[in-house]
């Protein structure tokens, strides 16, 4: 689909360049329009809330990142990804809603999130890979497309291994667009670093982004 507007950006985003080593929120305020929160994305910024409460802008440092053509494939997720059928943007909001639900754990996908991320949806920018099986999601991600850059949000599987396998066909649709592309997944998780996920540092991550944010974007062509 097309990127569309979400219009102009009406805070003064920080630049994380700016930062101290080390610090991972780096501003707090502001709000989660969609324009606010597209523009913090070219930054090398993303929103989430703070433990206390107030919504935060965050750059990780170091960042986790999955280099294209990294992705650790097992013979088991191999062999997984054989029963499952994959789409992308079909389920949107039912992949953001899954990706909501923490057992015991607190949830920072709030429905404002889930609002501003619907509307990036319906406007090219947001997208969405759904795993299926027998006609049931089992699976998914989603993340913000810039340029060249895949900002990953969050993941969900309902079933063993469906979550990595929504991650390898979203590496395996940016590979074949080409170009100097970003993934980013925020921060590098022992789960993550199995499939490939390494550490840059945040100032190696905004030279990868600026690079990544000149190309086209794959998701999003009409």
Same mark, same amino acid.
């Given at each position: 689909m097309p990127q569309l507007s979400p219009g102009i950006?009406?805070?003064?985003?920080?630049?994380?360049? &700016?930062?101290?080593?080390?610090?991972?929120?780096?501003?707090?305020?502001?709000?989660?329009?969609?324009?606010?929160?597209l523009e913090a994305y070219r930054r090398g910024l993303f929103?989430?809330?703070l433990a206390e409460g107030p919504l935060a802008w965050w750059s990780p440092d170091p960042r986790g990142v999955l280099p294209i053509g990294a992705l650790h494939l097992s013979r088991s997720l191999r062999r997984s990804m054989?029963?499952?059928? /994959?789409?992308?943007?079909?389920?949107?909001?039912?992949?953001m809603r899954e990706c909501a639900v923490r057992?015991?754990?607190?949830?920072?996908?709030?429905?404002e999130f889930v609002d501003t991320y619907t509307e990036l949806h319906r406007l090219g920018w947001a997208h969405s890979v759904e795993v299926?099986?027998?006609?049931?999601?089992?699976?998914? &991600?989603?993340?913000?497309?810039?340029?060249?850059? /895949?900002?990953?949000?969050?993941?969900?599987?309902?079933e063993p291994d469906a979550s990595k396998a929504a991650l390898a066909t979203l590496v395996s649709l940016l590979e074949d667009c080409g170009g100097d592309r970003l993934i980013d997944v925020q921060w590098r998780t022992e789960h993550l670093a199995t499939l490939g996920?390494?550490?840059?540092?945040?100032?190696?991550? &905004?030279?990868?982004?600026?690079?990544? &944010?000149?190309?086209?974007?794959?998701?999003?062509?009409?």
């Open positions: 950006c009406l805070w003064d985003l920080p630049d994380p360049a &700016l930062a101290e080593p080390g610090q991972d929120v780096v501003a707090v305020g502001a709000d989660l329009a969609p324009s606010t929160v929103p989430m809330h054989r029963r499952f059928e /994959f789409t992308v943007d079909r389920a949107f909001g039912r992949v057992p015991g754990e607190p949830g920072w996908i709030t429905d299926w099986r027998d006609g049931r999601l089992v699976g998914g &991600l989603y993340g913000i497309e810039a340029g060249g850059l /895949f900002a990953g949000e969050s993941m969900f599987h309902r996920v390494v550490e840059v540092s945040r100032r190696e991550y &905004l030279s990868r982004l600026a690079v990544a &944010l000149g190309q086209p974007p794959c998701l999003g062509q009409p």
